[in-house]
Every structure is written in C-alpha cells, then in structure tokens.
C-alpha cells in the first residue's frame, strides 16, 4: 500500500494528529474502529480552525488506478436535490462517489445533511438499526445473529448555519468492514478535505522559501492543495484520495488453541469433545457481568434443588449450559460444554475469566453466593406471604399471598425465576470488591423487592389486633412491620394460638423499637442516603450492627452480604412466631 504520510509535501512531524490519522493505512486489528465519514469543524474563524470532510469509497480492486482527487461539496456523496425537468430525468440517477459505492450514505444541501449507512453495506452483513439520543440522534447497527452491538454507528444529521450545530462522525468496526470490502472484493479508499491552521516554525519557513503560498501535489495523482501564509500562520488546505483500508480479513477469533489451567497442551474444539468424564474449569464469576447487563441476553440464574445453575443465553441461538454456582464469586463448568454449540467469541471471554488452582486454593467452595442469598429471601418472602395470607382469612379478610408480595409459590416452582426480572437483578454478580455506587444500587433493589406489600393491608391488621386506627393512620410499611412483630413475639411468648390475635384492647408494648426489624429501617436509609449525601452516616449504622467498616477499602462486597444476611433474617423474625402462633 502506498505511504502517503511518507510521502506528503510537509513533514509528519509538523502535520496535525488528525490529518497523520487520514493519511495512514488501517491496520487488521479486529477491535479497531474505523472512521468512515466526516463533517467537522473546529473553531473554524480562530487560530485553532481544523475543518475535515470526508467520505469513504468502495472501490474494486481491479488493478486499476484510484478514482480522482474528490473536490466535492463537504464531502457528500449527494449534494442539493436534482432540478425538476421532464418527468422521468432522474431514472439513471445512482448516487456515487465518483462513479464508485459507499459506506456511508450522506445528503446534504448547505443547510441540512443526512447520514446513515449505505443500505449495500447493512443489507450484505445483516446488520439491525436502532436510533438512539432523542433531539442529538444517532444510528446504531447491531449484528443480532451474534450479537455483536455498535458494529457501526454514527450521528444521523446536522445543519449549517455559519457554523455546524455539531459534528458528524461514523466509525465502523474494523473486522466488519473488511467482511463487507472481502466480499465486494474491493478497497475502502478515503476522499477527504482537510483545512487546519500550522503554528509558525522554523521547519515551515524553510519549507515556504519565502514564498506566500506553496502548491501540494502536484505529479501525485493523489493530492492537491496548498499551505498559505495566514494571519502570522500558515494555512493548511488538502484534498486527497487514500486507499485506507485492504480487503484483507482480519485475524480470526478462534477458541482453538487456547490453554485452559490443569490442562496439558491448546484445546481444540475436537479434543475438547472427547472429554467425557470433565475436567472442569473455574470461571470468575464476573464473566456473568456482560450476560446480566444487556437486556438482549438472558441470564436467570436457576434453582435445580442442591446448587443454582447460571447458563446464558441468546435468542434461542445459543446457550451455555453445565454452569454452576460455587463459593462467593466462583464458577465451575466442564470444559467439554463451554465447546457445545458456543461462538468462539463466548468461548474466549469465558477464558478470559478462568482462574488456575493456585488462584482458588485459598477460597472457601461452600461460602454462599449472591443467587443463593437471594433465594433464601425470596423463600422468606413466599413464607411471609403464606402466613399473613392465613392470618388475614381468621380475620375475613381476603387477600392471597401473590397479592401480598406480588410472587407465586407455584410459578417460582415450576419456573423459577423468569418472571421476575427483579429476583434477577437482585441476583446479579456482587464482586468483593463492588464500588459504593453499586451497593447502594443493590441495596436498592433488596428494600424495593418486597415494597409491593400494602400498607393499607398491614393497618387492617394492626387494627383488629388491637391497635387505635388513629395510631397507624400515618405509619409507613416498616414501622408496620416493627409493630406487627412486637404483637406477634407477645403472643408467641404466652403459646396463644391465632385465636388470640383479634382483640379489642390495645396491645401492651405493640409500637416499641425491635432490634429484629432493624436492618429494613438501615436497608431504607441506605437505598436513599446516596441522593442525600448522608452514606457515611448510615454506614456507621452498619457499624453499630457490628459491620467491620474498616474492610471497605477492599470494596463492598462484605457490605453487601451483610445487609443481604440482615434482611433475611428480619423477615425470618417475623415468619418465626408467626408460624408458631397458626401451627397452634
């Protein structure tokens, strides 16, 4: 490929970052991001002016020359409308750079310019649209087969008025256009206008040799323009056709050869099949993170009885399956399933999570995970519901556990956890080292999982056992709960069966603190102490439930476990008796 940075007029040393960037070849990284049309402008009437204009062509690698040096109006592929004349004068009209496809679909009039990818280019590679940012729009192509997102994406319009009302950028992914340019059988060539102001030097006077305005390009075929004398300045005006991009593919993603911990030699599809009786891997479980963070996968962990399963999946593409939860952060898969059906792709960030022995030896196997203590609340919820569906019908009152909480024992049971997004958002991977910003996040999500519980039902409850109306008229759920839990240790204590709970006087002691329901009420402060600045203050409340603050330099990850391991047992505080008192 031809050096044009080597061989334009003025040394690259001198030239702008951005100009060097136009000139040179793209190289065959697949995680590059390449750019592929451009309208910018920066302080165009200042010192610091730099304005590019820029379009990418497709042209066939025919041995032929490349196309003309594009003297074309802001680098558009389509300028203005065409001129109404006898019907039928634009039958012919195939919009082209210079005769050529392109990448980039681009319109415009002086005022208003339009993007979008070239339908050639998204209809060969299948790509999927989505538009994002309401009144500061952009085009999003997504490859869903994969998935693969952001494969190419760019702003959809801009006008003009003295100055652009923002720049316009489209980038594309490397390994994706070169599929598409491999298939056209053809290179992508960048014609471009590039305008910028030179800082006076030593280096550019001796270039000028006094003259005011020097000639670029002439003989190159490529180039032509001209630096000027400007204000003290020089001033830089380019235009330029540069083959940027081959047809060559880039290297391919393979999960071929990789070396997995305790496994002699590269693994390959074939061997990796033949390993019937395991071996199996540890992945940390961080490697979940990509799958629970995109709604376009799924990633519901699984209750099977004696461990919780974490398989994703795509779309009914493809799934990873033999994934179990172990220990806090851990997970053990055969290395023969992560070869089953998986895109090498999957496969590769699998091993980029994987974890030798040595890494693992020190680390406790049984400790509980984050699905599992979500699970044990979920079940004390279930149980909750049960109870205080029971307690409310010897009250005659009507009201089933599903609507209490808003979960059903028997759904959870035949299928899990798929209809509730929020048991698997609680569910999500809790790292040790989790930031501040995502405990209070998590905490969040634990006090929101059981809010559905209607206070009006709580009151009713209170009410019959005593309780003045007047007295609960303005209490919130926790200070319900707290009330509702004085009344029933009361009766648990003296053995009372649920008999005993209506009354007409009103209950000793019913509206004092209990230490049981004390991690709901810090639970509360923490999901809103983010938005007041008060996080400090609560944390010291964890403190005084006898949290090691001190460990949160490591992250908070502990903190979460803790509060996780507080909640469940404040509703287990009030399961416990409550059991008791409908078992008599």
């Not at 958002?425 to 969040?444: D, E, I, T, Y």
């Not at 006090?447 to 056992?465: C, D, I, S, T, Y």
């Amino acid at each position: 490929m031809h050096d044009y940075l080597g061989n334009f007029p003025i040394p690259a040393e001198l030239l702008p970052e951005r100009l060097r960037v136009l000139l040179e070849p793209v190289g065959t990284d697949p995680a590059a991001r390449v750019e592929v049309s451009s309208f910018t402008e920066q302080d165009p009437y200042g010192p610091n002016c730099e304005v590019v204009q820029m379009v990418m062509a497709v042209v066939a690698e025919d041995g032929k020359a490349l196309p003309p040096i594009l003297h074309s109006d802001h680098g558009l592929v389509a300028y203005s409308v065409p001129s109404m004349g006898e019907k039928g004068c634009c039958r012919n009209f195939t919009p082209s750079v210079g005769g050529h496809d392109y990448v980039v679909a681009s319109w415009g009039s002086g005022l208003f310019f339009t993007y979008s990818l070239a339908e050639k280019v998204w209809m060969t590679l299948g790509l999927t649209p989505r538009c994002i940012g309401n009144e500061h729009q952009r085009m999003v192509y997504d490859d869903l087969r994969l998935p693969e997102f952001g494969v190419a994406e760019g702003e959809i319009s801009a006008q003009y008025y003295f100055t652009a009302s923002r720049s316009i950028r489209w980038y594309m992914s490397n390994e994706y256009l070169r599929r598409y340019l491999w298939l056209r059988g053809a290179r992508g060539v960048r014609q471009f206008y590039y305008q910028a102001k030179l800082p006076d030097s030593q280096q550019l006077r001796e270039l000028m040799n006094g003259e005011v305005i020097r000639t670029l390009g002439e003989g190159t075929g490529w180039l032509d323009g001209d630096i000027r004398k400007d204000d003290g300045d020089y001033l830089l005006q380019v235009w330029a056709t540069v083959e940027a991009v081959s047809s060559d593919l880039c290297p391919s993603q393979s999960a071929d050869g990789l070396v997995w911990p305790g496994i002699a030699g590269p693994v390959t599809a074939v061997s990796a099949r033949k390993m019937i009786a395991g071996p199996n891997v540890y992945l940390d479980d961080r490697f979940l993170e990509r799958y629970e963070q995109n709604a376009f996968y799924e990633s519901t962990p699984i209750h099977h009885g004696h461990y919780w399963g974490c398989n994703p999946s795509y779309s009914g593409q493809w799934t990873f399956s033999g994934c179990q939860r172990i220990g806090r952060n851990l997970i053990t898969v055969p290395l023969r399933e992560l070869y089953q059906g998986i895109p090498d792709r999957e496969v590769i960030h699998a091993h980029a999570h994987v974890l030798a022995a040595e890494a693992i030896a020190h680390l406790d196997l049984a400790e509980e995970h984050i699905a599992a203590k979500s699970g044990r609340l979920v079940e004390q919820l279930l149980m909750l519901g049960d109870h205080l569906s029971r307690l409310a019908a010897s009250l005659d009152i009507n009201k089933s556990s599903q609507e209490l909480f808003g979960l059903s024992r028997e759904q959870v049971r035949d299928e899990g956890w798929w209809s509730y997004s929020q048991l698997a958002k609680l569910a999500q991977v809790a790292p040790l080292a989790m930031s501040q910003q995502s405990f209070l996040a998590r905490c969040k999500s634990v006090h929101e999982v059981w809010q559905r519980l209607p206070n009006g039902f709580l009151k009713k409850l209170l009410e019959a056992a005593g309780v003045p109306k007047k007295k609960v008229a303005d209490l919130g759920s926790l200070k319900l709960l707290e009330a509702l839990l004085n009344i029933l240790i009361n009766l648990d204590t003296h053995e009372e069966s649920v008999d005993a709970f209506k009354r007409t006087d009103e209950p000793e002691g019913w509206d004092k603190r209990s230490t049981g329901m004390a991690m709901l009420f810090v639970t509360n402060d923490l999901r809103i102490a983010d938005a007041h600045d008060a996080v400090g203050a609560v944390l010291a409340k964890l403190q005084d439930r006898g949290f090691d603050t001190a460990t949160l330099h490591q992250g908070y990850g502990r903190a979460l476990d803790f509060v996780f391991d507080g909640v469940i047992d404040a509703f287990e505080a009030l399961n416990t008796p409550l059991s008791r008192i409908l078992a008599r």
